[in-house]
């Protein structure tokens, strides 16, 4: 019988069996393992990993020979021994990774293509054939009665679609060996596993290749032209360049050269813009951008310009660039060059939906992009997010997804995928599970995730499986059946998370506990049951009580011990991330600071009650209107989330990803002044003042020695309601007159020109919200002399609308001041 699968026109998979005997192996007792005299480091290691596998599955040693003859019954390692025995290789369709399995009665040979071919071969050859499971790096699951297990006679080839492949945890980033057996072919380690891909992951760097500290000064011109002025610094790692101008073309071709030269065997490099979305709207990069109906457009025309250069002394090497946010829209005409690699990003895409999904708005944009992409790309790779970048312990429901989103890409000329998920952290939400589950599934695109989820159990967690599934189980069933759509920055509202819910979940992984017989497995199942002890936190923060100057959580009905609980569990399996930028011991010290009681002020009068947590980046916490007893503050959110903060976005001084202790200059009950030193020396002098009807916040800014002053004021309020239906819920801002910028909005989403539209309201100094079902909204007012942007996040699923600004960037030589100001009022009806 012949089986023959293709995928994305890579994947090549073809079984033939024969009619001779199948293979008993328990009747391999006086085989020997072969190798040639010439094998590489990593046949020898393949060789090596057989006899332990077979050993494990077996309890037969079999012994391991070097030499060029081969007589009697042998596995046969390596391309050497299988041509002595009459063997061919197809070396021309096999890449550096497909590998051929000839099974008979006499033998057995895996024999693959160099480096890496022959030792997947191996793992292919237990995991597929015999049963074995590579489930954790000290856990490999063999069938019982090994001995007995029986393979026809066959012969076996398979070639991985995806060239680069990359499930990001610590657990295989930590572990080049076991990342081996996973093959996911991007963890460096020893020879003998056989090298890494050449591809390498696009990652921002256009700033790197043309450094403003080198450039800057005398060719201001080479960045990008943002709000009318070249800007020298920028967040998300710096400035991006000006695409048209000439000079910086010849600076990044001489970049990317002295690269090639000093990295050789390395297949791609990049070019790639940097992590913000301040393109360059220069006259000329503008054109470009409006022809293709796409910022890709300049972008793309620049990384061809510079393709088309290396293409004449280094062709076979790749040119890499983003398809990221403003760049991921195809430009209208442009192709990108055959040596030009596209990375397209999904980051604004739910996760509990496959990514195919026609019920999942989000993810149906990104199918439209990535189907323009195919047209205009020959090389595509993907950047799949797949993890809470807000809290990496926190339960995350798209183990259904996984699966039918990685065939979806194989399908659509992806080429490679890089699984983003906790990597620079450790023992996270069910990373062992998540680790294995993609792992498989980029190795064979078109496997059920679901299915593998449920194999990891019963197989890993044994006879405490059946909760852990009912748990999993439970938890997508709710967030399916609430209708979310969880991107990779989800609250605690997108993931159903509250005390209820949270209640059932630590159940059912007690009732796991209860059910192991062994310490191997109860201990399995503690550290797994990580996550339901991280929801209850955050479940326990959301509801804050404030008593005599001091803020706490109500913890009403929560266990007293779940915080130090969850530290002990965290130091015993080694947590180290919190979430991206935060680690573990500072979230949970943070944590401990709140449950003692955390330094508050408290501001009122006739029209408000405003609680303000100076030790925690100064933010407000509540913020009611007393005559209708709303707190517009976003609900649902715990202490460690965003409130509403203004951070600095440049330099030193509180940020978005980290909390700083302000402290309290001067406090009355209409009236606070808090204030932080940066550790640059900077002076941050933050006021807000009750003042009638209105909430009044101006901000100081001093510095000690010479910097840039990028301030982002970012208020999260609660929208009232989860339609995204602009009848109901209005965004305003105030030009000569008030206008409704979201009216044609789709899916709460903005278009180029509508975000322009709302940038309008720097002209009237006014932006608002209204929701006319609820009743309410909160206008923001300000001097449009003090402030350079504006913009609307609305979130149905969060419940959320921010009204985000940002105060004109200063640059202040030491001893300079430079402040904004803005107020807010409750709105009892729309703008008119």
């Given at each position: 019988?012949?089986?023959?699968?293709?995928?994305?026109?890579?994947?090549?998979?073809?079984s033939?069996?024969?009619?001779?005997?199948?293979?008993?192996?328990?009747?391999?007792?006086?085989?020997?393992?072969?190798?040639?005299?010439?094998?590489?480091?990593?046949e020898?290691?393949?060789?090596?990993?057989?006899?332990?596998?077979?050993?494990?599955?077996?309890?037969?040693?079999?012994?391991?020979v070097?030499?060029?003859?081969?007589?009697?019954?042998?596995?046969?390692i390596?391309?050497?021994?299988?041509r002595?025995?009459?063997?061919?290789?197809?070396?021309?369709?096999?890449?550096?990774?497909?590998?051929?399995?000839?099974?008979?009665?006499?033998?057995?040979?895996?024999?693959?293509?160099?480096?890496?071919?022959?030792?997947?071969?191996?793992?292919?050859?237990?995991?597929?054939?015999?049963?074995?499971?590579?489930?954790?790096?000290?856990?490999?699951?063999?069938?019982?009665?090994?001995?007995?297990?029986?393979?026809?006679?066959?012969?076996?080839?398979?070639?991985?679609?995806?060239?680069?492949?990359?499930?990001?945890?610590?657990?295989t980033?930590?572990?080049?060996?076991?990342?081996?057996?996973?093959?996911?072919?991007?963890?460096?380690?020893?020879?003998?596993?056989?090298?890494?891909?050449?591809?390498?992951?696009?990652?921002?760097n256009?700033?790197?290749?043309?450094?403003?500290?080198?450039?800057?000064?005398?060719?201001?011109?080479?960045?990008?032209?943002?709000?009318?002025?070249?800007?020298?610094?920028?967040?998300?790692?710096?400035?991006?360049?000006?695409?048209?101008n000439?000079?910086?073309?010849?600076?990044v071709?001489?970049?990317?050269?002295?690269?090639?030269?000093?990295?050789?065997?390395?297949?791609?490099?990049?070019?790639?813009?940097?992590?913000?979305?301040?393109?360059?709207?220069?006259?000329?990069?503008?054109?470009?951008?409006?022809?293709?109906?796409?910022?890709?457009?300049?972008?793309?025309?620049?990384?061809?310009?510079?393709?088309?250069?290396?293409?004449?002394?280094?062709?076979?090497?790749?040119?890499?660039?983003?398809?990221?946010?403003?760049?991921?829209?195809?430009?209208?005409?442009?192709?990108?060059?055959?040596?030009?690699?596209?990375?397209?990003?999904?980051?604004?895409?739910?996760?509990?939906?496959?990514?195919?999904?026609?019920?999942?708005?989000?993810?149906?944009?990104?199918?439209?992009?990535?189907a323009?992409?195919?047209?205009?790309?020959?090389?595509?790779?993907?950047?799949?997010?797949?993890?809470?970048?807000?809290?990496?312990?926190?339960?995350?429901?798209?183990?259904?997804?996984?699966?039918?989103?990685?065939?979806?890409?194989?399908?659509?000329?992806?080429?490679?995928?890089?699984?983003?998920?906790?990597?620079?952290?450790?023992?996270t939400?069910?990373?062992?599970?998540?680790?294995?589950?993609?792992?498989?599934?980029?190795?064979?695109?078109g496997?059920?995730?679901?299915?593998?989820?449920?194999?990891?159990?019963?197989?890993?967690?044994?006879?405490?499986?059946?909760?852990i599934?009912a748990?999993?189980?439970?938890?997508?069933?709710?967030?399916?059946?609430?209708?979310?759509?969880?991107?990779?920055?989800?609250?605690?509202a997108?993931?159903?998370?509250n005390?209820?819910?949270?209640?059932?979940?630590?159940?059912?992984?007690?009732?796991?506990?209860?059910?192991?017989?062994?310490e191997?497995?109860?201990?399995r199942?503690?550290?797994a049951?990580?996550?339901?002890?991280?929801a209850?936190?955050?479940?326990?923060?959301?509801?804050?009580?404030?008593?005599?100057?001091?803020?706490?959580?109500?913890?009403?009905?929560?266990?007293?011990?779940?915080?130090?609980?969850?530290?002990?569990?965290?130091?015993?399996?080694?947590?180290?991330?919190?979430?991206?930028?935060?680690?573990?011991?500072?979230?949970?010290?943070?944590?401990?600071?709140?449950?003692?009681?955390?330094?508050?002020?408290?501001?009122?009068?006739?029209?408000?009650?405003?609680?303000?947590?100076?030790?925690?980046?100064?933010?407000?916490?509540?913020?009611?209107?007393?005559?209708?007893?709303?707190?517009?503050?976003?609900?649902?959110?715990?202490?460690?989330?965003?409130?509403?903060?203004d951070?600095?976005?440049?330099?030193?001084?509180?940020?978005?990803?980290?909390?700083l202790?302000?402290?309290?200059?001067?406090?009355?009950?209409s009236?606070?002044?808090?204030a932080?030193t940066?550790?640059?020396?900077?002076?941050?002098?933050?006021?807000?003042?009750?003042?009638?009807?209105?909430i009044?916040?101006?901000?100081?800014?001093?510095?000690?020695?010479a910097?840039?002053?990028?301030?982002?004021?970012?208020?999260?309020?609660?929208?009232?309601?989860?339609?995204?239906?602009?009848?109901?819920?209005?965004?305003?801002?105030?030009?000569?007159?008030w206008?409704?910028?979201?009216?044609?909005?789709?899916?709460?989403?903005?278009?180029?020109?509508?975000?322009?539209?709302?940038?309008?309201?720097?002209?009237?100094?006014?932006?608002?919200?209204f929701?006319?079902?609820?009743?309410?909204?909160?206008?923001?007012?300000?001097?449009?002399?003090?402030?350079?942007?504006?913009?609307?996040?609305?979130?149905?699923?969060?419940?959320?609308?921010?009204?985000?600004?940002?105060?004109?960037?200063?640059?202040?030589?030491?001893?300079?001041?430079?402040?904004?100001?803005?107020?807010?009022?409750?709105?009892?009806?729309?703008?008119?």
């Amino acid at each position: 019988m012949r089986k023959t699968t293709l995928a994305g026109l890579l994947c090549l998979v073809v079984s033939v069996e024969c009619a001779a005997a199948p293979l008993v192996l328990g009747e391999m007792e006086s085989w020997k393992i072969v190798i040639g005299p010439t094998a590489t480091a990593c046949e020898s290691y393949a060789a090596s990993e057989f006899k332990s596998l077979f050993k494990g599955l077996t309890g037969i040693d079999l012994p391991i020979v070097k030499t060029a003859s081969v007589d009697g019954q042998a596995v046969l390692i390596g391309p050497d021994p299988a041509r002595a025995c009459g063997l061919r290789l197809d070396g021309g369709k096999l890449g550096e990774e497909g590998f051929h399995l000839d099974i008979s009665p006499q033998r057995v040979a895996i024999f693959g293509a160099s480096p890496r071919g022959t030792l997947y071969g191996v793992y292919e050859f237990f995991e597929e054939l015999c049963g074995v499971r590579y489930l954790t790096r000290d856990h490999t699951f063999y069938p019982k009665n090994g001995r007995d297990i029986t393979i026809q006679s066959r012969r076996y080839t398979y070639v991985p679609p995806y060239a680069f492949r990359w499930s990001y945890y610590g657990e295989t980033n930590r572990n080049p060996a076991f990342a081996a057996r996973l093959r996911t072919n991007t963890v460096a380690g020893d020879d003998k596993y056989g090298g890494i891909t050449g591809y390498k992951l696009v990652m921002h760097n256009v700033a790197y290749l043309v450094p403003p500290a080198t450039y800057g000064k005398e060719h201001p011109e080479y960045y990008a032209l943002v709000n009318g002025r070249r800007t020298l610094e920028m967040h998300g790692g710096g400035p991006q360049l000006c695409m048209t101008n000439p000079d910086v073309l010849e600076i990044v071709v001489q970049a990317t050269l002295d690269a090639i030269e000093k990295n050789p065997g390395v297949k791609s490099f990049n070019v790639a813009h940097m992590d913000n979305v301040s393109y360059c709207t220069c006259e000329k990069c503008a054109a470009i951008d409006a022809r293709e109906e796409s910022h890709a457009g300049a972008t793309l025309s620049f990384v061809n310009a510079v393709a088309e250069r290396i293409e004449k002394t280094h062709p076979e090497v790749l040119i890499g660039t983003y398809a990221y946010q403003y760049t991921r829209k195809p430009p209208k005409t442009i192709r990108a060059r055959d040596n030009v690699l596209i990375q397209l990003c999904s980051i604004e895409c739910c996760n509990f939906h496959a990514i195919d999904d026609p019920g999942c708005s989000l993810n149906q944009e990104f199918c439209e992009d990535m189907a323009g992409w195919k047209r205009k790309a020959k090389n595509i790779f993907i950047w799949h997010y797949n993890t809470n970048f807000k809290g990496y312990l926190l339960p995350y429901p798209n183990l259904r997804s996984i699966g039918r989103t990685l065939e979806y890409y194989a399908n659509n000329n992806g080429k490679g995928v890089f699984m983003q998920a906790a990597g620079n952290g450790f023992s996270t939400e069910l990373s062992d599970l998540r680790n294995y589950v993609m792992s498989r599934c980029l190795w064979q695109p078109g496997r059920d995730s679901w299915q593998e989820t449920l194999e990891f159990c019963r197989l890993h967690y044994a006879e405490a499986a059946p909760p852990i599934i009912a748990y999993l189980t439970y938890y997508h069933d709710l967030v399916k059946d609430q209708g979310r759509h969880p991107t990779c920055f989800p609250t605690e509202a997108s993931l159903c998370i509250n005390p209820d819910t949270v209640r059932r979940i630590e159940s059912c992984f007690d009732v796991a506990l209860a059910l192991a017989r062994t310490e191997e497995v109860r201990t399995r199942v503690e550290k797994a049951s990580l996550c339901a002890l991280r929801a209850s936190l955050s479940a326990a923060t959301m509801d804050l009580k404030y008593e005599e100057g001091v803020c706490m959580p109500s913890l009403e009905g929560v266990d007293g011990d779940l915080l130090e609980r969850y530290a002990r569990l965290c130091a015993k399996y080694d947590v180290s991330m919190e979430n991206e930028r935060t680690r573990a011991e500072t979230y949970i010290e943070t944590m401990r600071k709140l449950y003692a009681g955390m330094r508050a002020v408290r501001l009122e009068n006739d029209s408000w009650r405003v609680l303000v947590l100076p030790e925690s980046n100064a933010k407000v916490v509540e913020m009611t209107y007393k005559p209708t007893g709303r707190d517009v503050i976003q609900p649902a959110r715990a202490l460690d989330r965003f409130r509403f903060e203004d951070w600095i976005r440049q330099g030193a001084g509180p940020k978005a990803d980290g909390i700083l202790p302000y402290e309290v200059v001067e406090e009355s009950p209409s009236r606070a002044v808090v204030a932080i030193t940066t550790s640059d020396g900077a002076r941050i002098r933050r006021t807000i003042t009750l003042q009638g009807d209105a909430i009044r916040f101006e901000t100081v800014l001093k510095a000690k020695a010479a910097r840039p002053f990028n301030v982002q004021v970012h208020p999260e309020y609660d929208a009232g309601s989860g339609s995204d239906d602009p009848r109901e819920i209005g965004l305003y801002v105030k030009a000569a007159e008030w206008m409704q910028a979201n009216e044609d909005w789709v899916d709460a989403q903005p278009t180029d020109a509508q975000r322009a539209t709302v940038k309008r309201g720097l002209q009237g100094g006014s932006v608002a919200y209204f929701n006319r079902r609820a009743s309410f909204g909160i206008e923001q007012r300000f001097d449009p002399d003090a402030f350079e942007d504006l913009s609307f996040y609305w979130s149905p699923e969060r419940i959320q609308i921010n009204m985000e600004m940002t105060p004109v960037i200063r640059h202040l030589a030491a001893g300079q001041e430079a402040r904004y100001a803005y107020e807010i009022r409750y709105l009892q009806e729309a703008p008119q």
